[in-house]
């Protein structure tokens, strides 16, 4: 029975655990879109989604605890400002879990963690300018001589 056996441990000391939670969610908040096993993401949605409930009550003290839980003041500052903002109307489910398939190397389940609204944006392609950085080197050559 589990009865009374909440949370995941991922194989981590309680200090661990929660340093890693605590630089998970930093990285989200900052990047908005961050990769990483499905079960670190099962652990980061909860404590990410408070993070940003926090954001949408915009008053000192939340501020001051989310400065307490996040890492940098950068993310604070992304939290309250944008991120909150984005999410004003929405009373939950703030981010999506997507997976990626197996990592490589030892085969675990890798997922990516991202905030709605943070959808890939394609970039558009560069066109690489082979010809001129050929011609350049030789133009060189030719000026010394």
């Known amino acids: 029975m589990r009865h009374r056996n909440a949370g995941v441990k991922l194989g981590r000391n309680t200090s661990h655990r929660k340093a890693l939670l605590r630089n998970l969610v930093t990285s989200l908040i900052e990047r908005e879109r961050i990769v990483t096993t499905v079960a670190k993401a099962k652990a980061l949605r909860p404590l990410a989604e408070k ?5 949408k009550t915009e008053s000192l003290h939340a501020r001051r605890q989310a400065a307490s839980y996040l890492m940098t003041p950068a993310s604070v500052k992304k939290l ?3 991120i909150a903002t984005r999410f004003g109307a929405r009373e939950g489910g703030y981010i999506r ?3 990626l398939g197996f990592r490589q190397g030892d085969g675990a389940d890798m997922a990516m963690v991202e905030l709605i609204g943070s959808e ?3 970039k558009a392609p ?8 050929a011609e350049e080197p030789k133009q060189e050559d030719s000026e010394k001589s």
């Open 120 to 122: 890939l944006k394609e």
């Open 51 to 55: 993070m940003i409930t926090l954001g």
């Open 126 to 133: 560069e066109k690489k300018k082979k010809k001129q950085k």
């Open 80 to 82: 309250f400002e944008s």
């Open 97 to 99: 879990i997507s997976h």
